[in-house]
T-cell receptor
Framework: DAKTTQPTSMDCAEGRAANLPCNHSTISGNEYVYWYRQIHSQGPQYIIHGLKNNETNEMASLIITEDRKSSTLILPHATLRDTAVYYCIVRVVSGGATNKLIFGTGTLLAVQP | EAGVAQSPRYKIIEKRQSVAFWCNPISGHATLYWYQQILGQGPKLLIQFQNNGVVDDSQLPKDRFSAERLKGVDSTLKIQPAKLEDSAVYLC????????????FGPGTRLLVL
């Protein structure tokens, strides 16, 4: 699976958009980009995933560059409850053992009041 | 819909003792995962089940760790004997299938080995 690079930490003002970058310059054509987050003392929470098109759901938007070498997770109106570690993961999707999620150390997003 | 349930939430044992963790996945989820998360690190996959069969246990320290998923629903993870370095949070996750679907995690069991 391709490796990802994320900033160690970021700050964001409450009510503003939080834009979390992720670099995955060695991504392969059959690898998807997944985002999870982990609030303190909780298990990770699935947020969103995509292959090459931009995706949006009730939690966030995922913008993947045309060359797929980087992506940005956007939380449109950050709240204090969005303070968490955000993990960007790329992985091959298939029906077998290659489904493995490999977590890095992620980005600690601190939403400030 | 109910989430992934895990118990106990906390456990303190002495080294060389044994311990077991229990997980009940989301109803209908065929794929179940156990992860270990050491403080300051991201979760690391220990074992993946598809129904009651093991798909991937390449990262499971088989000399001391074992896991089973009888009847393809609940699962238990056991450590015997425990070492100091096993102190971590043990997370269970489930997904509808091993493909595109996201994984849904339980709250974890925090283990401290003294």
């Amino acid at each position: 699976d391709a490796k990802t690079t994320q900033p160690t930490s970021m700050d964001c003002a409450e009510g503003r958009a939080a834009n979390l970058p992720c670099n995955h310059s060695t991504i392969s054509g059959n690898e998807y980009v997944y985002w999870y987050r982990q609030i303190h003392s909780q298990g990770p929470q699935y947020i969103i995933h995509g292959l090459k098109n931009n995706e949006t759901n009730e939690m966030a938007s995922l913008i993947i560059t045309e060359d797929r070498k980087s992506s940005t997770l956007i939380l449109p109106h950050a709240t204090l409850r969005d303070t968490a570690v955000y993990y960007c993961i790329v992985r091959v999707v298939s029906g077998g053992a290659t489904n493995k999620l490999i977590f890095g150390t992620g980005t600690l997003l601190a939403v400030q009041p | 819909e109910a989430g992934v349930a895990q118990s106990p939430r906390y456990k303190i044992i002495e080294k060389r003792q044994s311990v077991a963790f229990w997980c009940n996945p989301i109803s209908g989820h065929a794929t179940l995962y156990w992860y270990q998360q050491i403080l300051g690190q991201g979760p690391k996959l220990l074992i993946q089940f598809q129904n009651n069969g093991v798909v991937d246990d390449s990262q499971l320290p088989k000399d001391r760790f074992s896991a089973e998923r009888l009847k393809g629903v609940d699962s238990t993870l056991k450590i015997q004997p425990a070492k100091l370095e096993d102190s971590a949070v043990y997370l269970c996750a489930s997904s509808l299938d091993p493909g595109l679907a996201g994984q849904y995690f339980g709250p974890g069991t925090r283990l401290l080995v003294l």
